[in-house]
């Protein structure tokens, strides 16, 4: 699949709709953001099972704030709703492929666990 647009309108279903969504936080004025566009569509094409969405942060302003996006490129990974990854910077091809393994690879049940541990002491 190839990547998809993210925008307020349709951020909600690609997070219910889809088990393994990734999020590039982008401009166009941004070189790094230009750099990583490519690397970010090879692996939407190498992973069709996956949700690879591009957020426009000067369209999406909205959305970037919501997440407290300060710097860009930055990249979120959401498994079954739940952030798993999210840091700013441009990931060579060989480092998104890893990440994209160990989020396949991530116990839900555990980080559900964790996340509810964390909830309970704050």
Known sequence: MATVT???A???SLIEENDIV???FWASWCPPCRAFAPVFETASEENPDLVFAKVNTEEEQGL???FNIMSIPTLMVLRENVIVYM???ALPKEALSDLISQV???D???IRRKVADQQHAS
């Open 104 to 106: 396949r690879a991530l």
């Open 87 to 89: 840091r700013p910077g």
């Open 6 to 8: 993210a925008t307020e």
């Open 108 to 110: 839900m049940d555990e």
């Open 10 to 12: 349709n951020f909600e």
């Open 64 to 66: 970037a704030a919501g």
């Open 22 to 24: 990734l999020f590039d």
